[in-house]
């Protein structure tokens, strides 16, 4: 079986350049006016050692006043007021939290977490920016532009095995009236199948929560792999996103190393990409 998972349509894309950083945008959510949205690399920052460039988590104590500097310079290179971000304290659960004005700025600043126990973030406010970290887990950007809703979903495997993307398009029709039929959906870069090798007990959870789960398990040398993008493509399908209505980025952070954080690739102690949503008006 081919390793290569459903990858957008629109083919491997550019990076771009801005203030020095280099980042990846949705060209899906280009199309939504007002909406700004971009995916964080390595390059720009000013992290030193193994942690080097554009590392923006604090969950590394030692390296606490570059990841201030980097995220300051992602807040100046997107013109972001840093009081007007929203970090969510990420544990690989399920739950997704509605944020608005009493939230603007939580979690930008050490030692302040973010929202508690979070890995999803649902906002209708303008020029209010929804921030998620990963190190290989696919984040999940969705879009609403009929009732101006947005939801920012951090998917790993263990969140994507509880549905958390499903809960988040559950959530914004509960909170913005919004029709799963109307929304956009990115899944940004994250571990690819063709690195993604698992173990027997994590497959297994894996054909109990998917129906038809060997479409997401491929086999190469005999060995086992998760196709994580596709499950999650699954979820949205199942939760009524249509399917031209949402895209795959083909860019697998084990692979490109260069340009992103892999906790796979690199271990416990690297850095963290980011993915930004918000509306600019």
């Not at 399920?94 to 944020?99: I, Q």
């Not at 609403?144 to 790993?156: E, F, N, Q, W």
């Not at 895209?247 to 692979?255: A, G, Q, R």
Request: hydrophobic share 40%; charged share 25%; aromatic share 8%.
């Amino acid at each position: 079986m081919r390793l290569e998972g459903r990858l957008s349509d629109r083919g491997v894309p550019n990076p771009q350049s801005r203030n020095g950083l280099l980042f990846y945008d949705s060209p899906l959510l280009g199309s939504v006016e007002g909406l700004f949205h971009a995916v964080t690399t390595r390059i720009g920052g000013a992290s030193e050692g193994p942690r080097r460039y554009l590392n923006l988590s604090h969950r590394l104590p030692t390296d606490l006043d570059a990841v201030a500097a980097n995220r300051s310079r992602v807040c100046e290179a997107f013109g972001i007021p840093p009081g007007r971000t929203v970090f969510p304290d990420q544990v690989h659960g399920d739950r997704v939290a509605r944020v608005g004005e009493a939230e603007a700025g939580a979690g930008y600043a050490f030692p302040d977490p973010g929202i508690p126990a979070t890995d999803g973030l649902l906002t209708d406010r303008p020029r209010l920016y929804l921030f998620a970290l990963s190190a290989d887990c696919p984040i999940v950007a969705l879009a609403d532009p009929r009732h101006r809703g947005i939801a920012l979903v951090h998917s790993g495997r263990r969140g994507t095995a509880r549905d958390i993307v499903g809960r988040a398009v559950q959530a914004m029709a509960r909170e913005f009236r919004s029709r799963p039929g109307d929304l956009f959906a990115s899944i940004g870069p994250g571990i690819g199948p063709c690195c993604y090798e698992i173990g027997p007990q994590v497959a297994d959870e894996i054909r109990r929560v998917f129906p038809a789960a060997e479409a997401f398990l491929p086999v190469r040398e005999s060995r086992v792999h998760l196709d994580l993008p596709a499950a999650i493509r699954f979820e949205l399908r199942r939760a009524g996103v249509p399917d031209e209505q949402i895209e795959i980025s083909p860019l697998c952070t084990s692979c490109r190393t260069d340009h992103f954080y892999s906790h796979r690739a690199e271990g416990v102690r690297t850095g963290r990409f980011a993915a930004i949503l918000g509306w600019r008006e």
